[in-house]
């Protein structure tokens, strides 16, 4: 059955903090009937995010977000430090109280906390720890044989759009009638579709295992392509490893790189962004020691773009890659998606 | 105070699968007064494995080993599947018993067993799972401002000779008066060390930054080199996120690779050990994109050579790279250390 969520993301819904309410609102089959942020309190989702498109109800408490009928929390930011603000604790309490299912993707694990525990038994509901990996084997190199095209999305950085790539090009690809999947790799995706898992916090050793499951379980959901949910960036020192987990536990057939064209820094340290080509030799040259893979087209983030320089970057990722290049968000993904296609395209059953 | 190790390695004691009771007689300052092996029992170290040099008796049974006056028992091998085999029970319950300290590096924690977590309290002694991780921070670039010169020993696959390349090297260096030290990142090496962190066993997310208070420490320990020890290999596709982690969360100036000259597949898959100049371009080209570090030698594992074909491949990896190579465990590591501390001077605090 399908959920009627309210969100809390108090003073943080309209900022990066809050993409897990952003990832939920914009693609889940779930339904947000409330956001709780005292900040923007009385005014509607689309007002304050245009491209969220949603109708919801800013409000600014749980409690006022209770007379919208909602079904279950979801914590909608991730709060700085990882540790719960006590105005989340409350929230939650009441939350299992009233019998609503709570969902969280943080990284402390909300069924761990003994009282939300007890609340959740006490009251018949329960904690999905969206984030919470199962055990999970070493990787085997069954990935190797799934016969379905997996293409994983690849990024310049953490957070430049890769989720999205993944769900607009599954759209696309649902329009041309191909039989597609997104496979979930962290915890908004893991939100948006019901399944997956946050492959970033499997234990190290178990992290490529942990992928390939995902897409033998992809394989039994769509026979055709899959596409792969990508995490962090190959330079991101802290967050490689989980890249590379995906770029080989993953066994992707074809890369889509993804670029925010605002960020020229690694978020968070002093780190270039590789250029264009750079990230094409380092993504392709680590697949080919172990199942050769090309970038096959690039998906460009220009948010904090006008439509001009929006185009003009879109041109000259196209001059220096001579690649099929992007906005899917601003432009649609049916056009990349057309041209990537026949890229994709090495067995009869895609019939594009 | 300096523990006496009974070393459980039945029917496996000369098999790869005993590493961690090889790695502990070679280099551990902790003693080992017995090995318990039944299928070469009567025998002495040094007769079964010339080069550990050892007299350590080989007995068939735990009870038999007890007449040596051990202090600690030491799990010798990884069991097939992680789990514990039954007369490996018997053995630790027994040593529990006799207060003996009982020392893992399995992935299964034993003091997760309640039995062996009950008979460690009620017996006073202490149960040591080697690869229990610390709770660890995200990579937060700390590690890019440690002044002493780092040096990461990386692969060519796992289990070609990194910790012992790493270990070598730093005997080389306090010959030479360097104060130097040791940062181990793999359970053998903790257990030979004394410290350190299993990086293998971390939260992928918080891999680099393990890998990062390894070496905050590794400075607290030594003033002008660390030796860290690498682990898994760059085209792994199982452990090459590992690999990663502690590339970039362990930020070296410099790297040495290390092979193993009889290999020419990755272990367990089906996917071709790079070549020389491959490995180099590949390792130096991830470390160029977040802190640059070139591959300043090459660690050659000659083990199952004669004398003419360990020769004959060293000259061959010297005439394909260019660069300094050797055995360090045949021919000693003074020579490799001397031909590359000159590359890892780039401050006056080396006196080499």
Same mark, same amino acid.
Request: hydrophobic letters at 50%; a negative charge.
């Given at each position: 059955?399908?959920?009627?969520?309210?969100? *809390?993301?108090?003073?943080?819904?309209?900022?990066?903090?809050?993409?897990? +309410?952003?990832?939920?609102?914009?693609?889940?089959?779930?339904?947000?009937?409330?956001?709780?942020?005292?900040?923007?309190?009385?005014?509607?989702?689309?007002?304050?995010?245009?491209?969220?498109?949603?109708?919801?109800?800013?409000?600014?408490?749980?409690?006022?977000?209770?007379? &919208?009928?909602?079904?279950?929390?979801?914590?909608?930011?991730?709060?700085?430090?990882?540790?719960?603000?006590?105005?989340?604790?409350?929230?939650?309490?009441?939350?299992?109280?009233?019998?609503? /299912?709570?969902?969280?993707?943080?990284?402390?694990?909300?069924?761990?906390?003994?009282? &939300?525990?007890?609340?959740?038994?006490?009251?018949?509901?329960?904690?999905?720890? *969206?984030? *919470?990996?199962?055990?999970?084997?070493? &990787?085997?190199?069954?990935?190797?044989?799934?016969?379905?095209?997996?293409?994983?999305?690849?990024?310049?950085?953490?957070?430049?759009?890769?989720?999205? +790539?993944?769900?607009?090009?599954?759209?696309?690809?649902?329009?041309?009638?191909?039989?597609?999947?997104?496979?979930?790799?962290?915890?908004?995706?893991?939100?948006?579709?019901?399944?997956?898992?946050?492959?970033?916090?499997?234990?190290?050793?178990? +992290?490529?295992?942990?992928?390939?499951?995902?897409?033998?379980?992809?394989?039994?959901? +769509?026979? /055709?392509?899959?596409?792969? /949910?990508?995490?962090?960036?190959?330079?991101?020192?802290?967050?490689?490893?989980?890249?590379?987990?995906?770029?080989?536990?993953?066994?992707?057939?074809?890369?889509?790189?993804?670029?925010?064209?605002?960020?020229?820094?690694?978020?968070?340290?002093?780190?270039?962004?590789?250029?264009?080509?750079?990230?094409?030799?380092?993504?392709?040259?680590?697949?080919?020691?172990?199942?050769?893979?090309?970038?096959?087209?690039?998906?460009?983030?220009?948010?904090?773009?006008?439509?001009?320089?929006?185009?003009?970057?879109?041109?000259?990722?196209?001059?220096?890659?001579?690649?099929?290049?992007?906005?899917?968000?601003?432009?649609?993904?049916?056009?990349?998606?057309?041209?990537?296609?026949?890229? *994709?395209?090495?067995?009869?059953?895609?019939?594009?």
């Amino acid at each position: 059955m399908s959920r009627r969520y309210i969100v *809390l993301a108090p003073r943080a819904f309209t900022s990066r903090a809050a993409k897990m +309410a952003h990832g939920v609102i914009a693609y889940s089959s779930d339904t947000v009937v409330a956001v709780v942020d005292p900040a923007l309190a009385g005014r509607r989702v689309r007002d304050v995010m245009p491209h969220l498109a949603s109708d919801a109800p800013i409000v600014a408490s749980f409690e006022e977000g209770m007379a &919208f009928a909602p079904t279950a929390l979801l914590v909608g930011i991730a709060p700085a430090g990882g540790k719960l603000p006590d105005d989340f604790r409350a929230a939650i309490r009441s939350a299992l109280k009233a019998r609503l /299912e709570v969902v969280s993707g943080l990284h402390a694990m909300l069924n761990d906390d003994v009282e &939300f525990a007890a609340l959740a038994r006490e009251h018949d509901t329960r904690i999905w720890d *969206l984030r *919470l990996p199962p055990a999970a084997p070493l &990787f085997s190199g069954a990935a190797w044989d799934v016969k379905a095209k997996i293409v994983l999305t690849v990024g310049s950085d953490a957070a430049v759009g890769k989720m999205t +790539a993944a769900l607009e090009l599954l759209r696309a690809a649902r329009e041309r009638g191909v039989d597609a999947a997104f496979v979930p790799t962290g915890q908004i995706g893991i939100a948006i579709a019901g399944w997956g898992t946050a492959i970033d916090r499997v234990v190290a050793d178990f +992290a490529p295992g942990a992928a390939e499951q995902l897409v033998l379980e992809g394989e039994r959901r +769509a026979r /055709e392509l899959l596409f792969l /949910e990508g995490q962090g960036g190959i330079n991101n020192p802290a967050f490689a490893p989980v890249t590379l987990a995906l770029l080989f536990g993953g066994a992707p057939d074809a890369l889509v790189l993804v670029h925010n064209v605002a960020r020229d820094r690694i978020e968070d340290y002093d780190v270039p962004i590789l250029s264009y080509r750079a990230l094409i030799r380092t993504y392709e040259g680590l697949c080919a020691t172990v199942k050769p893979a090309r970038v096959v087209g690039i998906a460009l983030n220009t948010r904090d773009c006008s439509d001009d320089e929006a185009h003009a970057e879109i041109e000259r990722a196209r001059a220096e890659t001579g690649l099929p290049c992007d906005d899917v968000v601003r432009n649609g993904p049916q056009a990349l998606y057309d041209a990537i296609a026949p890229a *994709l395209v090495k067995t009869e059953v895609l019939h594009v």
